[in-house]
């Protein structure tokens, strides 16, 4: 089940409001999504979230399908109920994570033979065998699995990663099911536009549901990223969902908005929250540093977070020295807060015609 309703296009850029109505209820867009890799988003309670305002989080397939496995979550009353989770789940396809293993993994049109990171055990995943996993998961939007082309990569490995994504896609498309779970097709191509273009032609004649652009974000600079977001507006269709896949930095928030995302996601909030790294309007500050020892303000004035409201640098420092968990989970409830948070301004921003004022104000202070 899905259904999207746009509400408003800002006539400045192509940034626009709208709402997901999914199987566990409403989420305002453009939205970030926080990433629970393995049914956790780390050192955060579901309570953390629902207080923040996440109404939607992402899990991967391939950790969930390699441990506690598919069955097991099945047999618990699928992943809402194992975790705890009252409000919308996203499920990644685990692409990306099988073509990172570049040393354990064999591609064919098949599917992928890959071994376990954890264990050294074999696996064979084709697009069949995904849409099983995810469905038995019973994300409310589930994704087709693909082929992710790393950057750089030449054209011909870009082209076919394009071939065997679409092949892949029309397979998931066949043997997905569930009515209650959306499937969601994603766009390939790296940073090829003519791929792009292929690719966002193909799919979208396989009428899905929504669309992720994926294989940004992959090591190529950000101004190729931001054209193929540009490039790739126009190609699909402008009345359903648009997901750029494992993108989260503030700065790429405000420009994926302003070319028309309405979905994103990363795990960077809560992975630079374990290195002591947190965000703040005037950028990233790094707490674990020996400037802050004093510093008994918090991490940033103007964030009315919990974390924010109630400890200082200094015991946040201290605490990532003394390495107390604490540290992690402090400081994942903030760098949260804080994208969340910022999608809520911006959408607020973009309701009351004043984006452009926004984006031009965030980017005078946020040094990246």
Not at 22 to 28: A, Q
Not at 172 to 181: F, S
């Amino acid at each position: 089940m899905l259904k999207f309703e746009i509400d408003l296009t800002s006539p400045h850029n192509q940034a626009r409001l709208g709402r997901l109505i999914l199987s566990h209820g409403e989420v305002e867009t453009p939205v970030f999504m926080p990433v629970g890799t393995q049914a956790t988003v780390k050192t955060m309670t579901p309570e953390d979230l629902y207080e923040i305002g996440a109404g939607i989080i992402l899990s991967n397939t391939y950790h969930l399908y390699l441990r506690p496995g598919e069955e097991l979550v099945a047999k618990a009353g699928g992943l809402h109920k194992f975790m705890n989770w009252e409000r919308n789940i996203l499920t990644d396809s685990g692409g990306f994570q099988v073509f990172s293993l570049s040393k354990l993994r064999k591609i064919s049109d098949e599917g992928v033979e890959f071994q376990s990171h954890i264990d050294g055990s074999r696996h064979f995943l084709t697009p069949e065998k995904v849409m099983d996993i995810e469905q038995k998961l019973g994300a409310d939007i589930a994704m087709c699995f693909d082929e992710c082309a790393p950057y750089p990569c030449s054209y011909e490995e870009a082209e076919q990663a394009v071939n065997r994504t679409t092949l892949w896609a029309k397979r998931c498309r066949e043997v997905h099911r569930r009515e209650d779970q959306a499937l969601f097709g994603i766009v390939q191509g790296n940073v090829f536009p003519d791929l792009r273009a292929r690719s966002a032609e193909e799919l979208v004649k396989l009428d899905f549901p929504g669309y992720a652009i994926g294989g940004l974000s992959v090591g190529e600079p950000k101004d190729h990223m931001y054209e193929i977001l540009e490039f790739l507006h126009p190609l699909l269709p402008a009345s359903k969902p648009r997901y750029l896949m494992g993108v989260g930095e503030p700065e790429d928030l405000i420009e994926g908005v302003k070319r028309g995302v309405d979905m994103f996601d990363c795990v960077l909030p809560t992975r630079l929250a374990r290195h002591g790294t947190a965000y703040t309007y005037s950028g990233k500050i790094t707490v674990r540093n020996a400037v802050y020892a004093e510093d008994f303000s918090p991490i940033d004035s103007r964030c009315n977070c919990y974390v924010c409201k109630n400890y200082s640098r200094a015991y946040l420092r201290h605490l990532i020295k003394a390495e107390e968990i604490l540290a992690h989970r402090l400081l994942s409830y903030h760098n949260v807060f804080f994208l969340v948070n910022l999608m809520a301004k911006i959408r607020e921003a973009v309701r009351k015609g004043e984006f452009e004022r926004f984006s031009e104000e965030f980017f005078r202070e946020y040094k990246y």
